[in-house]
């Protein structure tokens, strides 16, 4: 992967064809969907693509491109069929290499240079004010395009690794497939993919559709559906924190919102560790003193690996029951994985709910995380896992607290989360 971008910057550096960069994220923007969420979370350029008919005709007419659909699809039928039994000989050749992706570079680039408008209206009007490519911001509307095309790829082959090969990638220890992938069950479970897929391929026409089904239903045999779970949170778990937020006077507070990490209990018998109730108790005595008007509670399905209980709802029962926290000053974030993603998250739901970027939150935990997250090695660490600080002016007021503002670049999707983009 690192060779087709090393391929694509250069490509993009020769070609000397710049446009004006154009904006970035609009919160009335309204997203397009699928049938499925965890697609649309995962690759929503390629939602877009299959709802703009002039841009997805132009990549089915295009001959390199089609090239590429026709050995797939025809490997995908075959599959059905022949005697290869193992993940490696049955999904391998659904991953892009480094040729194939700089194929496809190179015939959007013809594509884009020969249909400028047909592309500019799916960039303008979806990639640039969904936020999800909000790092790309600053480049061209070709070069956006070529760039949101290398993460796919990214993301693609990433959970062709993890789901179907086995690989064990970034997290193993909660990300990992659910099954042996080379067991009997499993083995059979992909022959069977191979041949309930087969009968979606009439509906397939661009390029990608044969990885990207092979992707998503892999995802689906490995039950790891957890980006589309309490969506859309803004109609459910989060709707009455949502009401208020309009009418909420900020100018009474200090902070715009307490943020509480989850710290996943290691018993698949207890909903809700004791570390996260200490989270919670501590936030519930800053909240009860005025600090914040809204409290944000982070965590998903994180440990032990593919238990039971999600740390947000937990964490949200837990404040209401325990310190009567009302419901409607509860915002739940049950995607985050990571102490990285924790404040990604937050910032995420700060931005898109309206709440003010201009006023600090604070990050609330217990000391032995509070001392990791203060660190400059926790600056360290954001900045190779996701490419930049999900945060500024970063400060420690205690030994419980540390204060943040978010940062726009938090919208970006991250192509190496696939249960957390």
Not at 23 to 31: I, L, M, N, T
Not at 102 to 123: C, E, M, P, R
Not at 151 to 179: C, E, H, M, W
Not at 309 to 324: D, S, V, W
């Amino acid at each position: 992967m690192k060779d087709f971008l090393a391929l694509l910057l250069a490509y993009i550096i020769t070609s000397g064809l710049y446009a004006q960069p154009g904006s970035g994220y609009q919160k009335e923007y309204h997203f397009l969907h699928s049938t499925n969420l965890v697609g649309d979370k995962n690759f929503y350029l390629l939602t877009v693509i299959d709802q703009t008919p002039a841009v997805q005709n132009l990549l089915a007419g295009d001959a390199t491109l089609k090239s590429i659909f026709l050995r797939r699809l025809d490997l995908l039928k075959a599959h059905v069929a022949d005697t290869c039994t193992w993940a490696a000989s049955l999904v391998t050749d659904f991953r892009f290499t480094t040729t194939d992706s700089g194929d496809v570079a190179s015939a959007l680039h013809t594509l884009y240079q020969n249909n400028k408008a047909a592309f500019d209206q799916l960039i303008d009007h979806h990639l640039r004010p969904s936020g999800y490519y909000q790092r790309f911001v600053p480049l061209s509307n070709e070069d956006l395009l070529l760039h949101a095309w290398g993460q796919t790829v990214t993301g693609i082959n990433y959970i062709i690794d993890q789901f179907g090969l086995g690989k064990k990638l970034r997290y193993p220890r909660i990300d990992s497939a659910s099954y042996d992938v080379n067991g009997r069950y499993y083995r059979t479970a992909l022959k069977d993919m191979f041949a309930y897929l087969s009968e979606a391929t009439v509906s397939m026409s661009v390029f990608y559709h044969p990885s990207l089904a092979i992707a998503l239903q892999l995802m689906d045999l490995n039950d790891r559906d957890e980006p589309a779970r309490f969506e859309p949170m803004e109609k459910g778990e989060n709707q009455a924190a949502c009401r208020e937020i309009p009418h909420t006077d900020w100018s009474r507070y200090k902070y715009a919102t307490i943020v509480i990490p989850g710290q996943g209990p290691e018993l698949t018998t207890t909903p809700i560790s004791p570390i996260n109730k200490m989270h919670c108790s501590i936030a519930a005595m800053r909240y009860k003193e005025g600090w914040a008007p809204f409290i944000i509670v982070s965590g998903g399905y994180c440990y032990p690996f593919r238990g039971p209980y999600c740390e947000a709802i937990e964490m949200k029962k837990f404040l209401i029951e325990r310190f009567g926290i009302p419901a409607q000053a509860i915002i739940i974030d049950p995607h985050a994985r990571h102490t990285t993603t924790n404040i990604r998250n937050a910032d995420r739901l700060i931005i898109r709910y309206g709440i003010p970027i201009t006023k600090p939150s604070v990050f609330i935990t217990t000391r032995s995380q509070l001392t990791m997250a203060a660190s400059d090695g926790f600056d360290r660490r954001n900045l190779h896992e996701l490419g930049y600080l999900p945060y500024r002016d970063k400060q420690q007021l205690s030994i419980h607290d540390i204060s943040f503002y978010p940062v726009m670049e938090s919208l970006h999707m991250d192509p190496y989360d696939p249960l957390d983009p």
